[in-house]
């Protein structure tokens, strides 16, 4: 999402009050072509200096989420998680094709007792591990035979990283109480 710079004429504050949503909040108003008439400074705090749709799920990427909040003709709840953080995005339509987007996080106290947080850092570090095991792998592959003790020792820390994914997942399944899919 390449979103225009905010602007900030009380549009915004004037849909949280009417729609009785706190200011704090993360919220932002779109257009519906996906453009920021005005954010918080929650919001631009997630937007990041790119101002890019931080959010996604487990069925949809970034992409595919801002494509659903931004042609979301009624009130809709779509679940999101942005870094290791869950949120509940809320979309309210309030006229002329505009939505009114607010993040609320969902509250989650222990980690130990909260298995949908638990689930969330545990898929995250599961795929940040495994997307970079993977990379290395293929780095190895293209590195065979250039210099074995450095080949042997890169393997050798791979192999590690992939034990500590499998303990991951063996570390989530006791926990939840489940077998994992």
Do not use: C
Request: net charge positive; hydrophobic share 40%; charged share 30%.
């Amino acid at each position: 999402m390449a979103a225009k710079k905010k602007t900030t004429n009380g549009n915004l504050s004037a849909a949280l009050k009417t729609h009785g949503w706190p200011p704090a909040l993360p919220a932002l108003l779109l257009t519906s072509q996906g453009e920021i008439l005005e954010s918080n400074a929650r919001m631009d705090a997630l937007l990041g200096p790119a101002r890019e749709w931080p959010f996604f799920n487990e069925h949809d990427s970034k992409q595919a989420l801002f494509k659903l909040v931004r042609q979301t003709d009624r009130e809709e709840l779509f679940p999101g998680e942005a870094g290791l953080k869950t949120y509940r995005i809320h979309v309210r339509p309030t006229g002329a094709g505009r939505r009114l987007v607010v993040a609320e996080m969902m509250r989650s106290g222990d980690l130990l007792e909260d298995q949908g947080g638990r689930q969330t850092l545990f898929r995250s570090l599961s795929h940040e591990i495994r997307t970079s095991v993977l990379a290395l792998r293929g780095y190895l592959d293209m590195l065979d035979g250039a210099k074995p003790e450095v080949v042997e020792r890169m393997k050798i820390s791979v192999d590690r990283l992939d034990r500590v994914v499998e303990r991951l997942g063996d570390f989530r399944v006791a926990l939840d109480g489940k077998t994992e899919k």
